[in-house]
């Protein structure tokens, strides 16, 4: 499963974020997206799901059936500020997703399993949740939905390390059938976890070749290459 | 204090001048002509400077004219002597007292200053107290003499209003610093005192006035407590503490949403619990759609009892006077005959379209429109509809009541005509889903809200003012009310007809998160 972005260009009224992004995703890697503050990876991640119209360029999904303009449908959006309904509980909105979904597969207890939401939290309000129980939620709905692509804004930014190491275990066992794009700030969470580090630098991606992921020289090279960013 | 009052004005500057320059920025066409440098522009800085502050002291004239005019209109209603207007004023600067503080209001200002830049709370407050007063006494002053107002009695009411501001600043800090909460949040005292003040400025209906000798022994003697106050509102040091408490970030974002509007919105904690036999066998969007009306009980059905309960009594009263009094039934048929227009008014005011539209993005599409499935036309339609019925049957059951106490007026009055009853029988209860759908069909059409759920679209402010207005020139038509249900039905037919096709054709791209 590929996906592909072709000559993608975004600019807001007189300033131009991204240029002729010409980038290859695949599945069975988590990719993580590292730019500086303002690069421009949250107007990635919403060109993408079609949040906002882009001025040139097509996205393209390839998923057995031959390569297609994708559809919203196949993809997948956890924001950096997790948003649920706040009138519900976690066990109505479930309910709610599954049945408009059709989908049976598993209990909900079970569905909850996944994200290790505890009984006692499924019948509160979603509005007395923290920051991070909406945010296992808000991954949950897409892993339900099972979308070929999860596009993954800054997710463990404010997890405390439990819930973020359940989070990262999670994400590797998805990303065999599943292609997860992942923006980070964090270098050491990119690396730890992350198949390919994708730069967004000077309004364009690319690829930083595949090395030893932990070693110094590489963290280096990506560092410099986030500085080399004009960040105008 | 000079040094705060420097500052502060500095921000104020600023932010009127960045206001100015983002609003510019945001125009058609303009925004094509100032890029991003424009903040830092000296010439566009110092235009949006003049007109920024200019536009600022606009609007506080103009509110405080506004304030004026409302209380010459009531006035007039009340009495047509002319100590009224000194009676009225009077008591509403005491009841401003009450419900008009600024000490210890939580803003994005007051944040900004005291939280993130660190200003000295104390000064800020001083700061804060002194230009509230100056501005009060300017602008009252002004205002006394542009009304052609005595302008004897006019300065001693602006003095005892000055007096008043301080006591009431001093009266809040002491209820806080004993009950850690504010005065108004209890209920049931905020609403005795505030009734009590309100019928009490009606009484120069039953001529009872308060004098000139009372209002200036009240100036006086305000005077003299305002001084203790101010002495009590100045040997408090713990104003930074205070601040910290009460003016959080998000109560400031809060305060700043006119009106506190996100708590007016807000799930009660009552209506959390929901009786499991009206959701259990529903599914998907029925589901979800139940739940949220459910949840919103205290905003939606809670006030539409209230409203059709007012509406009874009303009614009852007015039946008993129509068949006590020949006169009044006949003045009462003549104006259900030929003012139909005015119910058009009071459907406007009654409906809850646009609280239930604020509930429903704070509440709900704010956080779901994130979700694609949420966004696919069939799903945009289809809740849509499962909306328009829920909200135009909630405000079905005050339509009959008016629907029903107008027959019977009516027939107290000595109508005969089948024709009249049923036309204007029918015309409240489709002006009822004419509102219902309004609301809901500006709502999809022109989403006005950000982000950050602030409203941000001009569109839908005009829109809202034009239906004010349109129905502000229908309570002032004098036409058979057959001829204007007749017409108001057409009207109210084609208007639902050519807007459910709209928002078919449209919604689908106009609802979405700006």
Request: proline residues 1%; positive net charge.
């Amino acid at each position: 499963m590929k996906l592909y972005i072709e000559n993608l260009s975004k600019s807001y009224i007189d300033k131009n974020i991204l240029k002729d992004i010409d980038i290859t995703f695949e599945s069975g890697k988590i990719y993580g997206l590292l730019g500086r503050n303002g690069a421009g990876k949250t107007t990635f991640f919403n060109c993408i799901n079609e949040d906002i119209t882009y001025d040139s360029g097509k996205i393209y999904l390839e998923a057995g059936y031959g390569k297609n303009l994708i559809n919203t449908n196949d993809i997948g959006y956890v924001v950096s500020t997790p948003v649920v309904p706040e009138f519900l509980t976690a066990k109505e909105f479930l309910k709610f997703f599954l049945d408009i979904n059709k989908i049976s597969d598993k209990s909900i207890e079970e569905y909850f399993d996944i994200v290790k939401i505890e009984k006692e939290d499924q019948n509160k309000l979603l509005r007395d949740f923290s920051h991070g129980m909406k945010n296992k939620m808000q991954l949950l709905i897409n892993i339900i939905a099972n979308p070929k692509v999860i596009l993954l804004d800054e997710p463990l930014t404010s997890l405390d390390i439990v819930v973020q190491e359940e989070i990262k275990e999670l994400l590797k066992k998805l990303k065999d059938d599943h292609i997860i794009i992942l923006s980070t700030h964090i270098l050491e969470l990119a690396m730890d976890l992350c198949d390919e580090i994708v730069i967004l630098n000077n309004k364009t991606l690319e690829i930083c070749d595949k090395e030893n992921l932990n070693s110094k020289k590489y963290k280096d090279k990506i560092i410099k290459s986030l500085k080399d960013d004009k960040h105008d | 204090m000079i040094r705060t009052l420097y500052y502060s004005l500095k921000i104020d500057t600023y932010y009127a001048i960045n206001s100015f320059i983002y609003l510019l920025r945001k125009l058609p066409i303009l925004k094509d002509l100032f890029t991003e440098d424009a903040y830092t522009s000296k010439i566009l800085k110092l235009l949006s400077g003049f007109f920024g502050i200019l536009l600022s002291f606009t609007k506080m004239v103009f509110s405080r004219y506004l304030y004026f005019l409302i209380i010459y209109i009531i006035s007039n209603y009340i009495s047509k002597d002319n100590r009224t207007f000194y009676h009225v004023f009077f008591i509403f600067s005491i009841i401003g007292m009450f419900i008009n503080n600024k000490l210890l209001t939580a803003n994005m200002k007051k944040y900004l200053s005291i939280v993130v830049f660190k200003m000295d709370a104390k000064n800020y407050l001083k700061y804060n107290l002194f230009w509230t007063l100056l501005t009060n006494l300017s602008l009252n002053s002004l205002c006394f003499y542009l009304f052609n107002l005595d302008m004897k009695i006019g300065f001693i009411l602006v003095l005892f209003q000055l007096g008043v501001r301080v006591i009431g600043e001093s009266l809040e800090l002491m209820y806080f610093r004993k009950y850690a909460n504010f005065w108004y949040n209890n209920t049931f005292l905020y609403f005795s005192i505030l009734s009590i003040l309100l019928l009490f400025s009606f009484s120069p209906a039953i001529n009872l006035f308060i004098n000139q000798d009372m209002i200036f022994i009240s100036t006086l003697a305000s005077i003299v407590i305002s001084v203790v106050s101010y002495f009590y509102i100045c040997s408090f040091n713990d104003y930074t503490s205070i601040f910290k408490r009460i003016n959080t970030l998000s109560n400031a974002i809060n305060n700043d949403l006119s009106n506190n509007r996100q708590s007016i919105v807000e799930v009660k904690k009552k209506d959390i619990q929901i009786d499991e036999k009206k959701i259990s066998t529903k599914n998907g969007y029925d589901y979800f759609n139940t739940i949220f009306f459910e949840r919103h009980r205290d905003i939606l059905l809670r006030t539409v009892k209230f409203i059709s309960f007012v509406l009874i009594v009303s009614y009852i009263i007015l039946g008993i006077f129509a068949i006590d009094n020949k006169e009044f039934s006949i003045m009462l048929n003549d104006f259900l005959s030929n003012r139909l227009g005015w119910f058009v008014l009071i459907m406007y005011f009654i409906n809850r379209g646009s609280i239930v539209t604020q509930a429903m993005f704070y509440n709900c599409d704010h956080a779901m429109l994130k979700y694609n499935f949420y966004r696919e036309p069939s799903v945009i339609i289809g809740l849509f509809k499962m909306r328009l019925k829920t909200i135009s049957q909630i405000n079905l059951l005050p339509a009959l009541i008016i629907s029903f106490g107008n027959a019977i007026l009516l027939f107290i009055g000595g109508e005969t005509s089948v024709l009249n009853f049923v036309g204007m029988f029918l015309f409240i209860i489709l002006l009822s889903v004419f509102f219902s759908l309004h609301y809901l069909v500006i709502y999809y059409l022109l989403q006005p809200y950000n982000q950050e759920m602030q409203m941000k679209k001009l569109s839908y402010s005009v829109v809202s003012l034009i239906t004010y207005l349109i129905c502000y020139w229908a309570s002032k038509l004098y036409v058979s009310s057959l001829t204007f249900s007749i017409i108001g039905l057409v009207l109210c037919i084609i208007y639902i007809l050519i807007s459910l096709k709209i928002v078919e054709n449209y919604a689908p791209r106009t609802f979405k998160i700006n």
